[in-house]
C-alpha cells in the first residue's frame, strides 16, 4: 500500500450545494441481502421484472421482486402452500391481488415482497453529481430501509392451528446454491460415567 504522501492528486473540483431535485431525495437500505437486488435469471426469461409501489401519505414503499424458481431452491407444494396463506392475508388486509388466480387453479408464492421504513437521521446524507467538472451536493430527506414481509405466516400458523396440523415439523426452505456453503462442526459427546463400585481383592499361599 503507498503511503500518503505518494497519493497524487489528480484534479480538484468546486462544490456546489444545489436543490433542483426536490425535495424528496431518498436513500433505500436493504439491510438483509447479502447480494445485488435484481430480478432471478428464471424469472427474466419469463419476462417478469421487479416492481414497486407506493403510498405517499403513509410515507410508504413495497417493492415486488420475482421469485427465484430454480429446482434447486424452488418447492412447487410449498410455492402453493404459502401462496394460498398470502392470498388469505391479503384478502384479511382488503388488498386485492396483482396477479389473478384462474379457476380451477391454485395459487402460488410467485414473488417476494419487501417493506419500507422510514428511520431516523441521525447523520446528513448526501447525493453527489459530478458534472460539468463540478460537484453538486444534494441533501438527502429521507431514509428508509426495506426487509421482506412474512405476515401471510401468521394466517398459515392459523390455518394450521385450526385444523390441527403441526406445522413445527418443517425444515424450511431447501440451501441456495449461490451461497457457501457453511461449515458443520459435531460437537464431542463425553460418555456418562457410572456408579463406582469397590472391589477387594485377596491371596492365599500355597
Not at 13 to 40: A, K, M, Y
Not at 119 to 133: E, K, S
Amino acid at each position: 500500500m503507498d503511503e500518503p504522501g505518494n497519493d497524487e492528486l489528480i484534479t480538484s473540483l468546486p462544490i456546489h450545494l444545489t436543490n433542483t431535485l426536490g425535495s424528496d431525495v431518498q436513500l433505500h437500505q436493504f439491510p438483509l441481502l447479502t447480494r445485488p437486488l435484481e430480478t432471478p435469471p428464471s424469472a427474466v426469461r419469463s419476462g417478469k421484472r421487479i416492481a414497486a409501489r407506493i403510498k405517499p401519505t403513509s410515507r410508504r414503499l413495497e417493492i415486488h421482486v420475482p421469485a427465484d424458481t430454480r429446482s434447486e431452491v424452488w418447492n412447487p407444494d410449498k410455492a402453493k402452500e404459502l401462496g394460498a396463506a398470502r392470498l388469505d392475508d391479503d384478502r384479511e388486509k382488503n388488498q386485492v391481488p396483482k396477479v389473478k388466480v384462474r379457476e380451477g387453479e391454485e395459487p402460488r408464492l410467485s414473488e417476494i415482497r419487501m417493506r419500507s421504513e422510514e428511520i431516523a437521521q441521525r447523520n446528513v446524507y448526501m447525493l453527489g453529481i459530478v458534472r460539468d467538472g463540478k460537484l453538486h451536493l444534494h441533501p438527502v430527506t429521507e431514509a428508509h430501509q426495506f426487509r421482506p414481509t412474512l405476515t401471510y405466516l401468521d394466517s398459515l400458523s392459523r390455518k394450521n392451528r385450526r385444523g390441527g396440523n403441526d406445522s413445527d415439523s418443517d425444515d424450511g426452505p431447501p440451501p441456495d446454491p449461490d451461497d457457501p456453503t457453511p461449515v458443520v462442526t459435531t460437537k464431542k459427546t463425553k460418555k456418562p460415567v457410572g456408579d463406582a463400585k469397590e472391589v477387594q481383592v485377596s491371596t492365599k499361599g500355597g
